[in-house]
């Protein structure tokens, strides 16, 4: 009987498990692509993990920002979650075929103190209106 499903950080590979029933730990390796996984312990209890393969940790969040296209024209968009790496964000319907994975733009959004912050990004993962980018620039402009 498989026990209730749980989130794990991938470092270096792989996941350190422990049963439920018995205690028992494993080290399990993991394919980078991979982002669940069933895990069967020696005493026959199973345990379904979903995989967090990011380095930093993800902060969720909510705000209006807008992302700035190629063509210089802004368009709004509703922030999901941010990182140390990236942004998630959430475009609306009538502005979804503006962008393509791999686009690189620049984001335009209100950070925590208050001050408005611009960065460069590039989208790395599109799921309907749901957008994922990663920051390019090192510096960031506030102004």
């Known amino acids: 009987m498989a026990g209730r499903t ?3 950080n991938v470092k270096d590979g792989r996941i350190r498990t422990t049963c439920d029933r018995c205690a028992k730990k494993q080290y399990v390796v993991i394919p980078a692509g ?3 996984k069933m895990v069967r312990c020696t005493c026959g209890h199973s345990t379904f993990y979903t995989l967090n393969h990011r ?12 992302i700035i296209l190629q063509n210089g024209s ?5 922030l999901s979650d941010i990182s ?3 942004v998630g964000f959430t ?7 503006s962008i393509a994975k791999a686009h690189d733009l620049r984001i335009k959004y209100r950070s925590v103190s ?5 960065r460069r990004i590039r989208l790395k993962s599109l799921s309907k209106n749901r957008v994922g ?7 960031v402009y506030s102004f």
């Open 84 to 86: 140390i790496g990236g």
């Open 34 to 36: 991979l982002r669940k």
């Open 74 to 78: 802004e368009c709004p968009v509703y």
């Open 55 to 66: 380095a930093s940790g993800r902060e969720s969040t909510c705000g209006k920002a807008y």
């Open 133 to 139: 980018a990663e920051f390019t620039d090192i510096r």
């Open 91 to 97: 475009v609306p319907a009538q502005y979804s075929r």
């Open 114 to 118: 208050g001050s408005m912050v611009m």
């Open 6 to 8: 749980k989130s794990i």
